[in-house]
């Protein structure tokens, strides 16, 4: 009896460091690992506003306290990501997951400047400043895992997202560059790519409703066209939408496979409008199936 239970007192646990664990994806992933039954993870739940810490802690309640701490930290604020890694008592992470993420969605015209920058802040800079922090402890150990919440918003354009896309594709850029290096130190880097998801997300990003005053110096084409998305945009969540608890799967896929892939897709619904994209490389192909999806409702041939 005690020799069955032995190896999880014995065995070194995983160090995994989530950012934005106030709610979605990273506070399920956080509490998941923290409920391992076998007590395989210590988990650090950041989040950049402690105050939001109270729904997380309820949630690992049970869970034991060696397997679980929240750290404050804003992924914007590079001082924030420092003192970080100083809290860290096992002086290492094994896994990152670069989960915090914003998104942004309506006419580009109606976007101001800092709206934007934030979007790239968070999702962009944000990312890489925290790999950039804990990348060369992983190199001087030379293993480590880096997963990260990308979306399909980072492998196709989707329209009156196009900030959001233009910054997941560069995370896309940037992950796909480093895993090349990255091979030689036996550290993988892992995207998650996310379709709908029924978080708070789309309640959190920044957006708007057609009758808001900033879309009067949109013309009204444009508006209409973003009416009809936003509609289109309902259907999918509705029909679609993935539970956190279904995605968090490839989460723990990329966390404990001998040699995780580079991208998982969390759904296949988007797939036929991907691999259009992938084999058709001069893209008008991918803009018109696109349109067609969204302003007509028709569906690529695969979708039928
Ligand atoms: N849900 C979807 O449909 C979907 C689809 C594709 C990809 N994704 C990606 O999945 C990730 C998680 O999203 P989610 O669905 O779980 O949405 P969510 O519930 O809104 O969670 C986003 C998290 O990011 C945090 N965050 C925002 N700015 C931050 C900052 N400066 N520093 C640290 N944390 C910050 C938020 O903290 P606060 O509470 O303090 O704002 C929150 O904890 C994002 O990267 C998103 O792009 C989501």
New binding site residues.
Partial sequence: MYLRYAHMFLMEKKVVLI??????????LAVLLASDTCQRFKVYA????LS?KERLLECVRNCHVDTFEILQ?????QHSVLATIEKIKEQRVDVLV??????LMGPLECHTYETMKNIF???LF?TISTIQAFLPGMKQRKTGRII???????LQGIPFNDV?CAS?FAVEGLCESLAIVLQHFNIHVSL??????????????HTWDPSDGCLQCVDSDTRSLYAQYLQHCKTI?QDV?QD?DEILQMYLEAIEAPLPSLRYFTTQFFMPLTKLKLSCAGGSEYVQAMHKFVFSGTKTEEHQ
């Fill in positions: 950012t934005g664990c106030s709610s979605g994806i990273g506070l399920g950041t989040m950049r506003d939001k930290m804003d992924v914007t604020d670069c989960n915090a993420g914003v998104g802040d968070v999702n944000g990260i919440s990308s979306s399909v918003g980072g959001y997941k998650i790519e996310c379709g709908p998801v029924s978080t708070n997300f789309m309640n959190n990003l969540f939408a956190t």
